[in-house]
C-alpha cells in the first residue's frame, strides 16, 4: 500500500468518529475534499451537498443534507448536545447556511 492509499485509509478511519458518517459517506466527504474532521467546522452543509451532487453527477438523497449539517454541527460545536449528534434530528433545522 503506497503513502497515499494508506492517508486516504487513514483519512476515511477518523471522519467516521462523526455521528451518522459509515464508509459510504466518508468516501463522499473525501471526494469533495474534506482530508479531517476539522475541515468541516464552519462549513456550509449545502454548499458541501450541491458540491457532492455536482461531482458525481447524481442528485443525492436529502437525508445526506441532513448528515452533511450533523458533521458539521460535530466539527464545529465544542460541547455537543445529544440529539444533535443524530442526522435526522437536522431534517427541518439548518446549520451554518
Given at each position: 500500500m503506497d503513502k497515499n492509499t494508506a492517508d486516504k485509509q487513514t483519512?476515511?478511519?477518523q471522519l467516521q468518529i462523526i455521528p451518522g458518517i459509515g464508509k459510504a459517506c466518508a468516501i463522499d466527504l473525501w471526494n469533495i475534499g474534506i482530508r479531517s474532521i476539522p475541515d468541516l467546522k464552519g462549513q456550509n452543509p449545502a454548499i458541501l451537498y450541491d458540491r457532492l451532487n455536482t461531482i458525481t453527477g447524481v442528485k443525492h438523497d436529502i437525508c445526506m443534507l441532513y448528515t452533511f449539517r450533523c458533521a458539521v454541527y460535530?466539527?464545529?460545536a465544542q460541547h455537543h448536545e445529544k440529539e444533535k449528534l443524530n442526522w435526522w434530528y437536522w431534517k427541518d433545522k439548518t446549520?451554518?447556511?
Open positions: 483519512v476515511l478511519k460535530f466539527a464545529s446549520y451554518n447556511e
